[in-house]
């Protein structure tokens, strides 16, 4: 058994197999901890130097190995190693290999504190990636926009009314704009420094935590160490929840997509499509099906985090791992998933053929007729069954409604139609069918990523 950086009240210590159980999968996911681990820690070891707890030649010997760390991970040269445990330990390993000093890096610190700051430091970058691909996909859909036409808009998947291509793209850009918004206030929450809560109960060290807080462009400092510590996986579910409900969008976008383009009213360009292994005529929307599937894998992990939480008592406890597989992997779905949506959205293209035979076979007029009898002076619930008798008539006569005359459509509807009314009545090319859509340039994401490139800069 070798020796761990905790091992003064230990014999033997845990077994070969402990250590892989517990370490083999999370050593894994902590690669990606390991620049926010760097980061943490310089942070850590500077306001630690400011207020004289180590000293200059201790600080400048810790930072430097530190930031020599980071030097072989950008190099892709720092791998962990799962027999040191964690990303923490291996990283206070190597500087330690490098200067006796190293020794005092973990002082007014816990790895309870510390695994909470890395994935806070990580969820912030995670939470402004996700608000990017959402505002892409908001993109995607103001360019489409511009292909603008008349199309049909659906209630119990039967054709309801017309609708114009930008409106339906419009609707699309507004409700992630909700998205984007739920995120923007779960970061929020999560862009509060946990370090310095350490093990459960704070310290008595003299430490300043609203300085590592600036250092590292927290906005505030998570004041109840019991509190900081305890709520670790709360900001994970709250991400994962924010995901689920994009997904849950997307899963919704796609189901569209493959319905409209099975009814040949959408094309979905053939880069987003595949083939058949037997049956040559086959082109399937597989990038639309994935994502209705993966959605569900975001479900899983939001239901992972939350379960994990709900049996554990109050501090620390080493079911809170678990939340970092579930928001790493619900992160990393989610993202993929919006980006190949806004691939998919970008090439789609309009049957307009198609688009008129459906709204004409769908009777999708029939509302606006019934509106314009009400505006003329009949009572809406009498326009509405004259209107319905017209729809009749027409399936009688296996006729579309713009094909009946002024004139029999007035004798059906009881009341004389002007021909200059009739035919914007029964057609689907009218002006407020001109909608357009304006997205605004998206700044915050970006913007909050450049503050947080900067104090990282002056770090390391
Ligand atoms: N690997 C651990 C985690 O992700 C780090 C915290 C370990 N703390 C402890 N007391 N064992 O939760």
């Known amino acids: ?12 210590g845990p077994s070969a197999d402990t250590i892989l159980f517990n370490s083999s999968e999370n050593i894994q996911l902590d690669a990606e901890l390991i620049p926010y681990d760097i980061l943490g820690s310089l942070a850590h070891v500077r306001m630690l130097y400011k207020q004289e707890i180590i000293s200059t030649a201790e600080y400048e010997g810790i930072s430097s190995a530190l930031k020599s760390v980071y030097s072989q991970w950008e190099g892709d040269a720092f791998i962990l190693r799962p027999d040191l445990e964690d990303v923490h330990m291996n990283v206070e390993a190597a500087v330690t290999a490098m200067t006796p000093a190293g020794k005092k890096m973990h002082t007014a610190r816990s790895r309870n504190d510390q695994v909470l700051l890395d994935m806070r430091l990580y969820m912030r970058d995670r939470a402004l990636g996700l608000i990017l691909e959402m505002e892409g996909l908001q993109k995607a859909f103001a360019a489409l926009s511009e292909k603008d036409g008349p199309m049909a808009a659906y209630t119990h998947t039967r054709v309801a009314q017309p609708i114009t291509i930008s409106f339906w793209c419009e609707s699309w850009v507004d409700s992630l704009g909700r ?10 929450r999560l862009n509060a420094n946990p370090l310095g809560a350490c093990a459960i109960a704070g310290t008595a060290w003299k430490i300043d935590r609203k300085e590592t807080a600036r250092l590292l462009a927290f906005n505030s400092v998570q004041e109840n160490a019991l509190d900081a510590i305890s709520s670790r996986g709360e900001c994970e579910a709250e991400m994962l929840f924010c995901m689920s409900l994009a997904m849950c969008k997307l899963s919704r976008l796609s189901e569209e997509l493959i319905w409209l383009s099975q009814k040949g009213l959408l094309g979905i360009a053939e880069k987003h499509t595949t083939g058949s292994s037997i049956m040559p005529n086959k082109k399937n929307p597989d990038v639309l099906e994935l994502i209705r599937g993966r959605c569900g894998r975001v479900y899983g992990s939001l239901a992972h985090a939350l379960i ?3 049996g554990t008592m109050g501090g620390y406890n080493s079911d809170m791992q678990e939340t970092k597989y579930a928001l790493m992997s619900g992160s990393d779905t989610t993202a993929a998933c919006l980006q190949a949506m806004a691939g998919v959205v970008s090439g789609l293209t309009f049957n ?17 007729i019934a509106d314009f009898l009400a505006l003329n002076g009949m009572p809406f619930r009498e326009a509405h069954e004259k209107a319905g008798k017209l729809v009749r008539h027409c399936e009688d006569k296996g006729a579309g409604i713009s094909a009946l005359s002024a004139k029999e459509a007035g004798t059906v509807l009881g009341c004389a139609i002007k021909e200059s009314d009739w035919a914007s009545l029964k057609g689907f090319g009218r002006k407020r069918l001109n909608r357009r859509v304006t997205v605004k340039a998206p700044t915050f994401a970006r913007e909050e990523k450049e503050r947080i490139e900067e104090a990282y800069q002056k770090l390391v």
């Open 1 to 12: 058994m070798k020796k761990m950086l905790w091992g003064g009240r230990f014999g033997e």
């Open 179 to 188: 998205d984007i918004d739920r995120l923007k206030e779960a970061y929020g």
């Open 308 to 310: 994990a939480l709900k």
């Open 352 to 368: 307009r053929g198609a688009i008129e035979r459906e709204l004409e076979s769908g009777y999708a007029q029939a509302t606006e």
